[in-house]
């Protein structure tokens, strides 16, 4: 009777035991599950793989059946993605599970679950999401990367190519810079989905601040020369070098905060004054201030108050938008001048801590060529089900002398390790049959000391790393540079570096701005050509017509090819009308 009723039922229906295997599964919960026939003892969740919204794999813990048998708790409204070998998509399930109080009635003693699930439409079916939509856009962040990790992957490899031109090597960092600039937004993107979706975390660690802030000045600076404005960036003496704080966060929302303010300001000059001042022993403020003209100051307080009041989708109002959020979770505050020449002020929470190792830095700063002659035949093994991700580590470990061996899901990667046993694994979260999760548990259930890395695009705490029993991450797209790094730590392998002598030193490019007798003395057609190229918008034609500058005038190439990258063709066309060419 109890069998009957729960096979007309139009849900799935799967009763589990206290070890959470299926006692019973009625048609519905077999064919949207798809489970095979011999499905009945069976640990549910052993042979599926699930994926949240946000396109990443459940751990076998995550599952909604073992919460509740972890907890004692119910779990409810639970959306999870069903992988299926035979389509490209999942299949999306909503689940119901409850604890079943033995009480002697149709439900059998031994069981312990009553698990109901349904289909539901795809969560892409209903329509593009908008910024509210955290979970979306995470998924739609985490698939953009793959793509992006073999274009900037591959370009790397490619300028390490001695044999290639110059003008080709000048295309291909284009192309890097360009794909730098996409990831940047997507990041941007997924991180304000995070924070609305109350998904984001934060992640203390220590880390070299002065080392951030002066990189962050370097980017700053280039964003500065491309648009023809004069940056002066003033870091104090008193501002510490290693402190803990979350590394990301704390770079993303003062990256976005400043890139804007840069933007919003043309050409008028701009001042950051970056101090430190102590509040405890331990803790410190890390404090921002923003100053430009008596001009400018008045147009960018409006802008800034403008943007921290209302959400807008052009692109410095996007990022002030995430620089602010991101602010509010690190526990700082953001506020808006009101004396003099002040803009802005940003003040961040910092922990003073102690370093961690040795600082190797100076030494990493040249090329690594190959591995030390007296290493061993160190062996790797890549486990990806995308063959340009697998292709692009396997080409950049084997450079280095590596053996490489190559898996496309987890359950071919147990068998090569039981095979070859190699040195430490690369392991990707998402595949086919078996993934990461499972091949990893499985692994480390028979080698514990082994070193398993888990390839991601996605943001994982360490918590989240632990709990898998992954040893560390690399974050995709993957840099070559963290790349052998990482196995540099987990390995202690020693690399050969290439010569540290270096090539003289090509000359900085100045603002184009500031380089009005360079142009005039480049041939007018050519000008013409520059002028006609920019009035269509065109940085494509730009790029070609850079690659007549002579050698000599490098800076003016590299002043041009900046703006272009940003897309400043105004600030092209102002430039050339103040170098004589007449517009018609």
């Known amino acids: 009777m109890f069998t009957s009723l729960m096979q007309r039922a139009k849900v799935g229906v799967l009763l589990l035991n206290e070890a959470g295997q299926i006692t019973f599964a009625n048609s519905v919960a077999t064919h949207l599950l798809d489970l095979p026939q011999d499905a009945i003892g069976q640990v549910f969740g052993s042979q599926q793989q699930f994926v949240n919204q946000q396109g990443e794999v459940l751990a076998f813990e995550q599952l909604p059946t073992q919460q509740a048998l972890t907890t004692g708790q119910a779990v409810s409204n639970m959306l999870l993605g069903l992988n299926l070998t035979d389509q490209p998509s999942p299949r999306w399930l909503r689940f119901e599970v409850e604890l079943q ?55 790397q490899l490619m300028q390490r190519d001695q044999t290639l031109a110059s003008n080709h090597h000048e295309l291909l960092s284009i192309i890097e810079r360009s794909g730098e600039q996409l990831l940047n937004l997507i990041s941007d993107l997924v991180e304000l989905g995070k924070i609305k979706a109350g998904q984001a975390s934060l992640n203390y660690a220590p880390l070299s601040l002065r080392n951030l802030l002066t990189g962050l000045e370097q980017i700053l600076s280039l964003k500065a020369e491309a648009q023809g404005l004069p940056l002066q960036f003033d870091l104090a003496a008193e501002v510490p070098t290693y402190v803990k704080a979350d590394e990301g966060k704390l770079r993303q929302s003062l990256l976005s905060l400043l890139s804007s303010i840069i933007r919003l300001s043309q050409s008028e000059p701009l001042h950051i004054a970056v101090e430190s001042v102590a509040t405890s022993a331990s803790e410190m403020v890390l404090r921002l201030q923003v100053f430009s003209s008596s001009a400018n100051v008045a ?12 959400q807008n989708p052009d692109g410095w109002n996007l990022r002030l938008t995430i620089s602010q959020k991101l602010i509010q979770m690190l526990g700082g505050t953001l506020r808006i001048g009101a004396e003099s020449d002040l803009v802005a002020v940003c003040e961040l929470p910092i922990w003073l801590t102690e370093p961690e190792g040795s600082d190797a830095q100076a030494q990493t700063q040249n090329q690594i060529v190959g591995l030390a002659s007296d290493q061993p035949a160190y062996q790797i093994l890549v486990v990806d089900d995308d063959p340009v991700s697998r292709s692009l580590m396997a080409r950049i470990l084997g450079e280095i002398g590596f053996k490489v061996k190559q898996a496309i899901d987890g359950q071919q990667a147990v068998q090569i390790w039981q095979q070859c046993q ?7 979260m998402r595949m086919p049959k078996m ?142 009308q103040r170098a004589g060419l007449d517009a018609a």
Not at 102 to 112: D, F, K, P, R
Not at 299 to 310: F, G, I, N, V
Request: hydrophobic share 45%; proline share 6%; glycine share 4%.
């Open 299 to 310: 147009q960018l307080r409006s802008h800034l108050l403008e943007a921290t009041q209302q």
């Open 101 to 155: 109080v033995n009480s002697g009635e149709a439900i059998a003693l031994a069981t312990q679950l009553v698990c109901l699930c349904w289909e539901v439409d795809s969560p892409l079916a209903q329509g593009l999401p908008d910024l509210d939509d955290g979970a979306m856009l995470a998924y739609m962040g985490h698939e953009l990367r793959t793509p992006l990790n073999a274009i900037l992957g591959f370009t």
């Open 422 to 428: 190699p040195d430490l694994i690369f392991m990707d």
């Open 435 to 576: 993934d990461g999760y499972e091949a990893t548990q499985q692994i480390k259930a028979q080698a514990p000391a082994l070193p398993i890395l888990v390839l991601t695009a996605n943001q994982l705490t360490a918590e989240q790393i632990r709990a898998a029993q992954w040893t560390d991450l690399v974050s995709k797209p993957v840099r070559r540079e963290v790349l052998l790094g990482k196995l540099q730590q987990h390995l202690g392998l020693r690399y050969l570096y290439e010569a540290a002598s270096r090539p003289p030193e090509q000359p900085v490019a100045l603002p184009l701005e500031l380089q009005i007798e360079t142009l005039q003395q480049m041939p007018h057609d050519w000008l013409q050509a520059v002028y006609q190229a920019a009035a269509q918008g065109s940085d494509r034609l730009i790029y070609n017509l850079v690659q007549q500058v002579p050698a000599e005038q490098l800076a003016l190439s590299k002043a041009i090819t900046a703006l272009a990258d940003e897309f400043q063709f105004d600030q092209i066309l102002k430039c050339l």
